[in-house]
């Protein structure tokens, strides 16, 4: 019986328990067998933690032990590889110390995670976006494992946000060879390039200015990449129909097959050489498949932001609709359209979508008004959408219901979905 599909029998009933819940129960039993730890209980508030207490720890000097990383990371792996991560990570979280500025500076590291990450740890991580749905975090490089910046490193070592990004790049870029990259397959009718480096850094490659920018002498028309997970950076070129096909295709496949999951998107260089989503032309071969990995990237970051809200407002007795980003999917084109629903009398928080479905409740029915593009729903309604601080990738609220004159406006741009 597979670890992460194990039922219970509690008496006569047969009782499921989450693959959560089970790691957790793990956890507990390994760290409290460890000889620094004195105290380990589940987090009252944050789900899916645990609150650790170590030689000379007060009782409110708990450390909060996030699993959800944890358990992404090591899920799926070979048995020898779960267990080598689960020890580095318990051997660097009970018995290490934050590490000082002076022995961070020069391990410094870029890395790429998808927005949802910093959803899976109750610290305040250093992140800015780097793509839609994708942040830029720091780390700190060593050989026992990978530390994530957080906002209390900011504080402790006291320098300037900008100089440790820019300390990181330069770190990084010192540490990248001419050599980490390959061709990915050599019998392929176009030139295809991966990182072939296994530092698990491979993805990170792709936030260094200037990277991407250097296979243009390498590939067919202009550079393209995908980076389906943490360890994977595949390079090609535009200039051939059939290899943004194969990108494509193997961004979706690799995304839903990997543990350490980033994004199903394909990407290629902005006016100013930075690194932007791929936006193809409508009439191209090639244009839904494309369109297809952004828009399921945006649906996995939307899900997952949606969940961490439902639970946060349920445990604080909040009374607000987290609307879904759904999507749609032409039989005929195979295009896929998201779209957001956006209700009369509902207090709602709305993501970013294709579309909006307005509807209102007209005596014991229910009404669609119309399905509107994002961009006419801001022109002509903006104002009644208030952005929601903190939240990555965005939402609005929903303040007011348009009045009937704002209502028509709506109802005249919608479009068949």
Same mark, same amino acid.
């Given at each position: ?245 194969? /990108? ?5 496949? =690799? !995304? *839903? ?6 994004? +199903?998107? &394909?990407?290629? %260089? ?87 479905? /307005? ?5 014991? =029915? !229910? *009404? ?6 994002? +961009?006419? &729903?801001?022109? %002509? ?37």
């Amino acid at each position: 019986m597979a670890f992460w599909d194990r039922w219970f029998t509690k008496g006569r009933a047969a009782v499921a328990v989450t693959p959560q819940d089970a790691f957790t129960d793990e956890m507990i039993v390994r760290i409290r067998q460890r000889s620094d730890v004195v105290r380990v209980e589940r987090h009252p508030e944050h789900e899916f933690s645990l609150n650790v207490w170590r030689d000379g720890d007060g009782d409110g000097d708990a450390l909060v032990m996030f699993l959800g990383n944890l358990f992404y990371d090591s899920r799926g792996v070979p048995p020898d590889q779960r267990e080598e991560r689960i020890e580095r990570f318990l051997g660097i979280i009970t018995g290490g110390e934050r590490i000082e500025w002076q022995d961070a500076q020069n391990a410094l590291v870029p890395l790429l995670r998808p927005a949802s990450y910093a959803l899976h740890t109750p610290k305040a991580l250093l992140r800015r976006r780097f793509l839609p749905h994708v942040d830029l975090l720091l780390g700190v490089d060593s050989e026992e494992t990978t530390q994530i910046v957080i906002q209390a490193d900011l504080e402790s070592w006291d320098q300037p946000l900008d100089g440790m990004y820019q300390r990181a790049l330069d770190n990084f870029a010192n540490y990248v060879e001419e050599a980490d990259v390959e061709p990915y397959d050599p019998t392929a009718e176009f030139p295809i390039w991966h990182v072939a480096a296994d530092d698990g850094y491979e993805s990170s490659r792709l936030a260094l200015p200037g990277f991407l920018a250097e296979f243009a002498e390498l590939v067919e028309g202009s550079p393209i990449a995908i980076v389906p997970s943490r360890c994977q950076l595949i390079i090609s070129g535009d200039g051939d129909v059939d290899s943004i096909g194969r /990108l494509a295709d193997a961004a979706e496949r =690799e !995304f *839903e097959a990997s543990p350490r999951s980033l994004s +199903p998107a &394909v990407y290629t %260089l902005g006016a100013s050489g930075e690194v932007v989503p791929l936006d193809l032309a409508v009439d191209h071969p090639h244009y839904a498949a494309v369109r297809r990995g952004h828009r399921l990237l945006a649906a996995d970051s939307y899900a997952a932001q949606k969940e961490h809200l439902d639970e946060r407002h349920e445990r604080d007795g909040t009374d607000i609709f987290v609307a879904s980003l759904t999507l749609l999917q032409n039989k005929e084109s195979g295009v896929i359209t998201s779209y957001t629903s956006w209700t009369q009398t509902v207090d709602t928080l709305l993501p970013e979508a294709d579309l909006v479905a /307005l509807g209102r409740p007209v005596g014991d =029915e !229910f *009404e669609m008004c119309a399905m509107v593009p994002w +961009p006419e &729903v801001m022109r %002509l309604a903006g104002s009644l959408l208030e952005p929601v601080d903190g939240l990555s990738p965005a939402r609005w609220r929903c303040c007011e219901w348009p009045d009937d004159a704002t209502l028509q406006q709506l109802v005249e741009a919608g479009v068949e979905p």
